[in-house]
């Protein structure tokens, strides 16, 4: 995916300037598409150049002047082709595994470290996941259109549900390091 698409789709529900962007990024897909406001910024003047979307520069008194961003029919169609494509499959590239994998060569006390502030970091990202995941949840009650509502939580679920995995994987591991316990996890793959 690239940043173009979720803009346009962004811009698909409403006009927005790119501050607005950033916001619509940060309330709904930062869990799995994080956006920085200057990438917003550039990927909006290259949708501009090929014609995606239209700008409209809104004067403001004692302020700069806001400009505001709508998708145009050949964003809209482009933002429908990409949505209908299957996507490549993708490689799956995960840094905190190398470490893990590579692990052997730091102290127990090491690796227990940085287990632990990734559990850490985890926990964070799993009270923010389930707050959002909350607070979408009530607006499901009187949607208009439940069903784009219902795919957008979807992706949250999805976050949550692949957090607390990993969450529980890291606590196994660094429960049967410190026990000196490197038996393998008793699973059976699926």
């Known amino acids: ?14 006009p927005l300037s790119g501050y607005d962007l950033k916001k619509a990024f940060d309330r709904s897909v930062r869990h799995f598409w994080p956006a920085n406001q200057s990438q917003i910024y550039r990927t909006l003047a290259e949708l501009e150049k090929e014609s995606s979307v239209e700008k409209e520069v809104v004067s403001r008194e004692e302020r700069l002047d806001m400009k505001v961003y709508s998708i145009t029919e050949s964003g809209r169609e482009e933002l429908r082709r990409w949505l209908a494509t299957p996507l490549p499959p993708q490689d799956y590239r995960e840094p905190f595994l190398i470490q893990i994998y590579f692990g052997g060569k730091l102290s127990d006390s090491e690796m227990i470290g ?14 923010l996941y389930v707050s959002i995941y909350r607070m979408n949840v009530e607006k499901m009650k009187d949607a208009d259109d439940r069903r784009s509502l219902f795919l957008s939580i979807s992706t949250l679920e999805y976050g949550i549900y692949s957090n607390q995995t990993a969450l529980e ?22």
């Not at 632990?116 to 799993?126: F, S």
């Not at 196994?172 to 026990?179: I, K």
């Open 1 to 14: 995916m690239s940043l173009k698409h979720a803009i346009l789709g962004f811009l698909s529900f409403k």
């Open 114 to 127: 940085l287990l632990q502030g990734e559990i850490r970091d985890i926990e964070e990202r799993l009270a």
């Open 169 to 190: 994987w890291l606590k196994s591991v660094a429960e049967r390091l410190s026990s000196g316990n490197f038996a393998l996890a008793d699973f059976q793959p699926r």
